[in-house]
């Protein structure tokens, strides 16, 4: 089992729409916990990132976590064709951004 | 701020033969640098953890003779893949951190090996 899980899709949405995408994970002793995202043939670029249980907002952007269930999700509201990129989840034991551990990331596009 | 460039961002070699990737962070001093590796449709993989001026810390599984990582001063870091063969045909990416809770990534680097 993979320490980190999640959804290659792709998906696509229509332009506007709310975009939920998941990640769970095994490792309870994970504590920081990170959104990229990646358009094709790029590095990543961090969205977001949390420590906590609970929810954190940056403009159309809602970073979700639920440690009890080790769940994480990223909400995009309105969402815009240039939004459409692979996301990565990831994650980290610890309280810093060393061995960071990444999902297998979430292809999106998003249709005009 | 925050930039991290790669070079190349492409090439190209024959098997056998040795080919060096750098890492530069443009306007930080990193203090520590990673390199990844991503296959097509995969997650990225640490290979190695560097701080400057010491030995880098290999991930299990990494041919650390193979892959050989200076991390020479505090805005450079290189990795040198040692006598290529197709399967180390990949994106390598590299990051780099001045504080403990952000990595910058750089673009990436393609690497076939013909």
């Known amino acids: 089992q993979k320490e980190v899980e999640q959804d290659p899709g792709p998906l696509s949405v229509p332009e506007g729409a709310i975009v939920s995408l998941n990640c769970t994970y095994s490792n309870s002793a994970f504590q920081y916990f990170m959104w990229y995202r990646q358009y094709s043939r790029k590095g990543p670029e961090l969205l977001m990132y949390t420590y906590s249980s609970g929810n954190k907002e940056d403009g159309r952007f809602t970073a979700q976590v639920d440690k009890s269930s080790k769940y994480i999700s990223l909400f995009i509201r309105d969402s815009q064709p240039s939004d459409s990129a692979t996301y990565l989840c990831?994650?980290?034991?610890?309280?810093?951004?060393?061995?960071?551990?990444f999902g297998s990331g979430t292809r999106l596009s998003i249709r005009p | 701020g925050a930039v991290v460039s790669q070079h190349p961002s492409w090439v190209i070699c024959k098997s056998g033969t040795s080919v060096k990737i750098e890492c530069r962070s443009l306007?930080?001093?990193?203090?520590?640098m990673f390199w990844y590796r991503q296959f097509p449709k995969q997650s990225l993989m640490l290979m190695a953890t560097?701080?400057?001026?010491?030995?880098?810390?290999?991930e299990q599984g990494v041919e650390k003779d193979k892959f050989l990582i200076n991390h020479a001063s505090l805005t450079l870091s290189t990795l040198t893949v040692t006598s290529a063969h197709p399967e180390d045909s990949s994106f390598y990416i590299c990051s780099a951190s001045m504080r403990a809770d952000e990595q910058y990534f750089g673009p990436g680097t393609r690497l076939t090996v013909t």
């Open positions: 560097s701080n400057e001026g010491s030995k880098a810390t290999y």
């Open positions: 990831a994650m980290s034991p610890y309280i810093s951004a060393s061995k960071i551990i």
């Open positions: 306007d930080f001093q990193a203090t520590t």
